[in-house]
C-alpha cells in the first residue's frame, strides 16, 4: 500500500468527539521523544503532518488524521517524562485510557519502543495494560539507523526475553528508521492486510 492522500482531521480531549466510528483506525504512542511523530510523517511522505519537536510532550490531544479517505491514523500524547506537571499527565493518562478503551473502531495500537534503549518499565507496564484490557497492538522498534543492525538486534531481543515473563505469546513487531524510510512497507502492508480482514 502506498499513501496518496493523508490529512489532518480534528484534535480534542474526548473520545466521545472523534469522528464516526466508520473506518478503520490505527493509533500510535509511545514513550516521549520516541520519534512518534517522525514515522508519521514517514509513513504518509508528509514531512509537516504531525508536528515533530526535540521537547518531549509536544502531542498533547487525540489527532485524527484521514488516510485516503478509508481510514484514521491517530497521533496519541506520549506517556513518561514530558516536561508537564504530575496532575498535567493524569488527565493525558485519562484521556488515553477512555479512548483505547471506548473506540470501536481501533483496530490495532501501534506501540514504539527506542530500540537503543535497555527494556523499560514504563513500556512493559502500558503493553501489560493493553494485553489486560485485550486491546490488539504490535511493537515498532524505533531509530535503528543511530546504531548498528547488531546492537539493533540485541536490543529488541532483550525485550521480547522481558516480555515473555508475563506473556505466552509475543505480537508481531516491525524494526524501523524514519531517517533510512525503513519499516515503511511492512507497516503499510500490515494495515492493509488487517483492513482487508475486517
Not at 90 to 96: C, R, S, T, Y
Not at 145 to 161: R, Y
Request: net charge positive; glycine share 4%; aromatic share 12%.
Amino acid at each position: 500500500m502506498k499513501i496518496k492522500n493523508a490529512k489532518f482531521v480534528i484534535s480534542n480531549t474526548d473520545f466521545k468527539k472523534c469522528p464516526p466510528p466508520n473506518k478503520p483506525e490505527y493509533a500510535f504512542i509511545g514513550r516521549s521523544n520516541v520519534g512518534k511523530s517522525s514515522l508519521i510523517n514517514m509513513l504518509c511522505d508528509k514531512q509537516k503532518l504531525a508536528k515533530v519537536s526535540g521537547k518531549p510532550g509536544k502531542t498533547q490531544l487525540i489527532n485524527h488524521f484521514s488516510i485516503d479517505d478509508k481510514w484514521y491514523l491517530v497521533d496519541l500524547p506520549g506517556y513518561g517524562w514530558a516536561k508537564v506537571s504530575k496532575k498535567e499527565k493524569e488527565k493525558w493518562k485519562v484521556m488515553v485510557n477512555q479512548y483505547l478503551e471506548n473506540r470501536e473502531n481501533l483496530y490495532c495500537v501501534f506501540v514504539l519502543i527506542d530500540s537503543r534503549l535497555d527494556p523499560q518499565p514504563i513500556d512493559l507496564q502500558f503493553i501489560n495494560y493493553l494485553g489486560e484490557k485485550g486491546l490488539p497492538f504490535v511493537l515498532v522498534f524505533t531509530k535503528t539507523d543511530k546504531q548498528s543492525i547488531n546492537k539493533s538486534q540485541a536490543q529488541i531481543a532483550k525485550f521480547k526475553n522481558e516480555m515473555l515473563k508475563n506473556w505466552e505469546d509475543l505480537p508481531d513487531f516491525f524494526i524501523t528508521s524514519s531517517v533510512q524510510k525503513s519499516g515503511k512497507e511492512e507497516i503499510l502492508n500490515f494495515i492493509e492486510q488487517t483492513n482487508k480482514q475486517a
